[in-house]
């Protein structure tokens, strides 16, 4: 099987668009290959880590970014309570899906993305988002 490039440069963005890509990353029989140019933030920073194991890469000036889901509601109270939920339930999943990937623990993500956590790819290899930092092509590397 062809292995797909997916080169990510992006600030983030809706949560189910996102988790739309990352379900077809996971549903297709070819390995992705993630490599984050420029930032992978929010929703960036999840499909980056979820390439396939050992296919994860960032440039040396990468910027990667993770933190919880944010929205804002207006309304009707029971409509807000109702949202409010649903983002609870995104947090959750969001959540599972690092650790899947990370190997980390669930409590060790949830604190890690209580806050905008900004990390050099050096940091994002530590702490698992990627597998390498590389600063050549694996043809130009031998």
Request: overall charge neutral; aromatic content about 8%.
């Amino acid at each position: 099987k062809k292995e797909i490039s997916f080169y990510i440069n992006s600030p983030g963005g809706v949560v189910t668009s996102g988790l739309s890509i990352y379900d077809t990353m996971q549903f297709i029989r070819c390995p992705v290959t993630t490599l984050c140019v420029g930032q992978a933030a929010s929703m960036g920073s999840l499909l980056l880590t979820a390439g396939a194991k050992d296919m994860r890469f960032a440039l040396p000036n990468a910027r990667i970014m993770v933190h919880q889901p944010s929205g804002g509601f207006q309304g009707q109270v029971t409509d807000i309570l109702i949202h409010a939920r649903e983002v609870e339930s995104l947090k959750r999943r969001l959540n599972e899906i690092y650790v899947k990937h990370t190997g980390r623990s669930y409590e060790d993500i949830e604190g890690a993305l209580e806050r905008d956590n900004f990390m050099t790819a050096d940091q994002a290899k530590e702490f698992g988002l990627i597998d390498k930092v590389i600063d050549k092509r694996a043809d130009e590397a031998a």
